[in-house]
T-cell receptor
Framework: AQSVSQHNHHVILSEAASLELGCNYS??????LFWYVQYPGQHLQLLLK??????LVKGIKGFEAEFIKSKFSFNLRKPSVQWSDTAEYFC????????????FGKGTMLLVSP | GAVVSQHPSRVICKSGTSVKIECRSL??????MFWYRQFPKQSLMLMAT?????????EQGVEKDKFLINHASLTLSTLTVTSAHPEDSSFYIC??????????????FGDGTRLSIL
């Protein structure tokens, strides 16, 4: 079974600061990797995903993530955060074998102060 | 894009009541839907996988008699919390896969149902 570890439970940044949220997974096979965002009072939304190919993936709203297979990591980055990025961010993984279930990390709450 | 509708968004009821939550895929077919539960300050935990036309697959520790799942059509799955108690209070979220899409597509999530048992 796969597992996902997110390093920070809470992150507080000022606007324009750079962001990097850590995510590590454990699984013996090939995986798909996702970052989801949950804005206050809203449902989960997909930020970006990695299935194969270029390990640097770009998502919506200026976010990107890099898959480093040797480190089992899929860290989320954004060069300059905005107040509107305040949300909870979840890393998730599933086995790359058709319809398999998602395993989520515990989430990181990002608070961006104006 | 693909939309998943979950209803109701909020339920407050007395202990011992049974509560039904619906999850609908509005513009795609979903042979597989998933039910998650999210406790405060914790991640989503998969409860069960709902398969159209067959029995749901429950995760370890989830009582199948407590959380009844029915997936009667390609666009609807329901979760019934039977005889709910305060410890069942949580945020329940469903997700669905587009069955006609290629595998490895991301899941589409509903808005969730906040269940509060008094």
């Amino acid at each position: 079974a796969q597992s996902v570890s997110q390093h920070n439970h809470h992150v507080i940044l000022s606007e324009a600061a750079s962001l990097e949220l850590g995510c590590n997974y454990s699984y013996g096979g090939t995986v798909n990797l996702f970052w989801y965002v949950q804005y206050p009072g809203q449902h989960l939304q997909l930020l970006l995903k990695y299935f194969s190919g270029d390990p640097l993936v770009k998502g919506i709203k200026g976010f990107e993530a890099e898959f480093i297979k040797s480190k089992f990591s899929f860290n989320l980055r954004k060069p300059s955060v905005q107040w509107s990025d305040t949300a909870e961010y979840f890393c998730a993984v599933n086995a790359a074998r058709g319809y398999s279930t998602l395993t989520f990390g515990k989430g990181t709450m990002l608070l961006v102060s104006p | 894009g693909a939309v998943v509708s979950q209803h109701p968004s909020r339920v407050i009821c007395k202990s011992g009541t049974s509560v039904k939550i619906e999850c609908r895929s509005l513009d795609f077919q979903a042979t597989t839907m998933f039910w998650y539960r999210q406790f405060p300050k914790q991640s989503l935990m998969l409860m069960a996988t709902s398969n159209e036309g067959s029995k749901a697959t429950y995760e370890q520790g989830v009582e199948k008699d407590k959380f009844l799942i029915n997936h009667a059509s390609l666009t609807l799955s329901t979760l019934t919390v039977t005889s709910a108690h305060p410890e069942d209070s949580s945020f329940y979220i469903c997700s669905a896969w587009d069955s006609l899409g290629v595998p490895d597509q991301p899941q589409h999530f509903g808005d969730g149902t906040r269940l509060s048992i008094l």
